[in-house]
């Protein structure tokens, strides 16, 4: 057990030699949202100027001090602002300072960012049922499929939670190790654990300005979620997931 506990130390960091790091090196810097075939159906989201009508006015105070985690919904769709305010509060691009570099509204150790968001979505506006992933760039979403029994098979992969099948959506959120390894090296993977933390607590509170819960999930089956996503398992895997669904 005290051999796991050093994981969460920054111990490593005294160990690991930067100037052999791939950035060090000069080998450009991973893209900062996987490639996508231009030929793949996107769907433009709603941008900054339409989150006004969706979000409750003054809202903050009483999100930060009213959050909770909600794991009933209540049926009523998701409408596709309320869904693109979500993803701008929790990958969305503040501005592209250089190369591979994003400002986020969330923070990132060097800005590297190494998650990218799917999306499994069951009862949202003018979307059909289906797996989805967010591109932060564009700000839209790419459609990968149709997923047959997706609720079921939801709640199977996370070892019979009933309620994640039954959200209007489902966050996902894979990471590509290797751009956080680029930079950090081995100290890397203790960050972005730190990451997925602050990515889900804004989700959390962009929930409570649009009246939806959602509940951090991080109890799941490992190989079938990644199976599900359509993921390898060794450059990208998912590390943590919420459904969202209307109160």
Known sequence: MKSH????????RKIVDFSKTDQSRGIPPPSMEKPFDPATRRI???????????????YLFS???????????SGVPLSRAELAF???????????????????????????????????????TDLEKGLYRYLPVEHELVF?????????????????QEFVGSA????????LPYRMEWRYGRSAHR?????????????????????????????YDQEEMDRLTGLDG????????????KQ
């Open 5 to 12: 506990r050093e994981f969460l130390k920054d111990s490593v």
């Open 44 to 58: 433009p989201l709603p941008g900054r100027e339409e989150f006004r009508g969706v979000i409750l006015e003054g």
């Open 63 to 73: 999100a930060i001090i009213g959050r909770e985690s909600r794991r009933t919904y």
């Open 86 to 124: 979500l993803l701008f509060s929790t990958q969305g691009i503040r501005s592209i300072p250089a190369p591979g570099i994003a400002l986020r509204t969330v923070p990132s150790a060097g800005a590297r960012h190494s998650f990218e968001t799917y999306l499994f979505v069951r009862n949202v």
């Open 144 to 160: 990968i499929r149709e997923v047959e029994n997706l609720e079921s098979r939801l709640a199977a992969a996370c070892f019979g």
């Open 168 to 175: 209007d959506v489902v966050f996902v959120w894979a990471t």
């Open 191 to 219: 960050v972005i654990l730190m990451d997925a933390g602050h990515v889900c607590q804004n989700l959390y509170l962009a929930c409570e300005g649009i009246k939806a819960g959602t509940c951090a999930v991080a109890a």
């Open 234 to 245: 060794e450059d990208e895997f998912v590390i943590y997931l919420a459904p969202v669904g």
